[in-house]
């Protein structure tokens, strides 16, 4: 079945800009969508088919997908913005067609 | 406004059995891809299950293949897991959460989540 890798850990300080990388076997040939989660919360919608933002979701989030690499970008991170961010996939090949990767805890400094 | 709730949750023995069903409103029921996803304490998301607008495809996880069942039931708005011979590792909030409409679409909206511990 289909692998979605994320680093555990990215930290930043606030102002300056997170990457959060999501890798996988040519997922440029797939959408990607990303999950913002706060402790206790439920997840939240940030970023659907690579780039796309939900109403409500600041211009700071932004996203993007090529080759074996999908990026969720953070500009200007705020305190806020801390939390735990996953990239999910659908793999049309399989019969688990849905799948998350391990999810990346975001540090704001 | 879209919602899904959850309930059913709560304290099991191991290998029991429990059901857990989610209310969704808002929205035409009938017209989405439904799923669960769990997430087990201080770990990530997990994906459980999926049914279909129509019920006609479903997918498990082969964590829980075989000992779980999804449902739903339109004209009630309403998703359902059925969960038997329960195990530890199946101590989890679990989310219902809705597919938006087209191939390859994200999970667009969540629900609070309901809380499963099995423990003896």
């Known amino acids: 079945s289909y692998v979605l890798t994320q680093p555990p850990s990215v930290s930043v300080a606030p102002g300056k800009t997170a990457r959060i990388t999501c890798g996988g076997n040519?997922?440029?040939?797939?959408?990607v969508h990303w999950y913002q989660q706060k402790p206790g919360q439920a997840p939240v919608l940030v970023i659907y088919y690579d780039s796309d933002r939900p109403s409500g979701i600041p211009e700071r989030f932004s996203g993007s997908n090529s080759g074996n690499t999908a990026t969720l970008t953070i500009s200007r991170v705020e305190a806020g913005d801390e939390a735990d961010y996953y990239c999910?996939?659908?793999?049309?090949?399989?019969?688990?067609?849905?799948?998350f990767g391990g999810g990346t805890k975001l540090t704001v400094l | 406004e879209v919602q899904l709730v959850e309930s059913g949750g709560g304290l099991v023995q191991p290998g029991g059995s429990l059901r857990l069903s989610c209310a969704a409103s808002?929205?035409?029921?009938?017209?989405?891809?439904m799923n669960w996803v769990r997430q087990a304490p201080g770990k990530g998301l997990e994906w459980v299950s999926y049914i279909s607008s129509s019920s006609s495809t479903i997918y498990y996880a082969d964590s829980v293949k075989g000992r779980f069942t999804i449902s739903r039931d339109n004209a009630k708005n309403s998703l359902y897991l059925q969960m038997n011979s329960l195990r530890a590792e199946d101590t989890a909030v679990y989310y219902c959460a809705r597919f938006e409409v087209g191939v390859g679409a994200p999970l667009d909206y969540w629900g609070q989540g309901t809380l499963v511990t099995v423990s003896s």
């Open positions: 040519n997922i440029g040939s797939k959408s």
């Open positions: 808002g929205f035409t029921f009938s017209s989405y891809s």
């Open positions: 999910q996939v659908w793999d049309s090949s399989s019969d688990h067609p849905v799948v």
